[in-house]
């Protein structure tokens, strides 16, 4: 039986079902027109390292298949999950911590949302519980999975949410706090790409290498003929010019600091680490750039 409170904030949105992730039933209503997820807003916005908003309108309007296998990475997840979710209500035992299902905002039955937990803390308020799992190190949470929990604080009326994160072998928990113009912000670009999805409209081209695929997979067959590209094959020849002189200065960039570094670890501005030299086995030391936020 359903603690009262988590009962009166799910009361406050409509309950669609409760499916497997990654399941045939899920990816159904997932691929319902018009439909938009939460796991969907940080490719929409652009901040997703796995899929651009390109790609996702490609498989929503029916032009690329979705990919329904889970890969080892994310069935490791699935299999973790639940012991993070333990570690996390063991780390709170005055919290109300339960799963729940797939639902959607009243007021657009079109927002749609599949939380990881809803919870209830010492003080008697909600908030939203999302379990990660990456091997990846986390020095806050990545943008495209805080326009996530927004999504899912909309749909729920709640103004929390909290991440329990195993990242790079490390337990952390981490908060995410409601924000009126950043939401304002997220939900005005997910209603523009829920229009193009609808007119069958192409968003905007962006670099990713997400785009950049799914351009491939919609390409015909090669035939043997010319095509003038005008001003656009211009461009191209000029980010490549662009590109080749760019990899020629970041490579004299790299060897300089590497002998800046005299064999130091770390190489800092002002105090913050920007780069790493590491070495394996005695070989030559490889530098690393850590990328700006």
């Not at 005055?94 to 729940?100: F, G, P, T, Y």
């Not at 990545?142 to 329990?164: C, D, I, R, S, T």
């Not at 800046?260 to 790493?276: H, S």
């Not at 490889?286 to 700006?292: E, N, P, S, V």
């Amino acid at each position: 039986m359903r603690n009262t409170k988590i009962q009166e904030i799910l009361n406050k949105a409509l309950h669609l079902g409760n499916f497997e992730n990654n399941s045939p039933e899920w990816h159904e209503l997932r691929n319902r027109p018009g439909v938009i997820s939460g796991s969907e807003v940080g490719a929409i916005l652009g901040l997703s390292p796995f899929t651009s908003a390109v790609t996702l309108w490609a498989e929503k309007t029916g032009r690329i298949e979705r990919d329904v296998v889970g890969n080892t990475a994310m069935r490791l997840g699935q299999l973790v999950e639940p012991a993070i979710r333990q570690l996390y209500t063991e780390n709170h035992v005055d919290h109300v911590v339960e799963e729940v299902g797939t639902y959607a905002a009243p007021s657009a039955s079109w927002m749609h949302a599949n939380p990881d937990a809803v919870c209830i803390d010492a003080t008697g308020q909600g908030y939203i519980l999302e379990i990660k799992h990456t091997a990846t190190f986390w020095d806050d949470v990545p943008e495209h999975y805080k326009a996530q929990v927004f999504w899912y604080m909309f749909v729920f009326g709640l103004k929390k949410a909290v991440f329990a994160v195993v990242n790079a072998g490390r337990y952390k928990e981490y908060e995410v706090i409601w924000d009126d113009f950043e939401w304002e912000a997220i939900l005005q670009q997910v209603k523009k790409f829920r229009q193009h999805v609808l007119d069958n409209l192409q968003p905007e081209w962006d670099g990713s290498e997400s785009t950049y695929e799914t351009t491939r997979k919609l390409s015909p067959n090669v035939e043997t003929r010319d095509e003038e590209l005008g001003t656009l094959g211009i461009e191209l020849m000029n980010a490549q010019t662009d590109l080749d002189t760019a990899e020629t200065h970041l490579r004299e960039m790299k060897s300089r600091v590497i002998q800046a570094l005299n064999g130091a670890k770390n190489g800092c501005i002002d105090g913050e680490v920007v780069v790493t030299l590491s070495q394996r086995s005695g070989n030559a030391p490889y530098l690393t750039i850590k990328k700006a936020k």
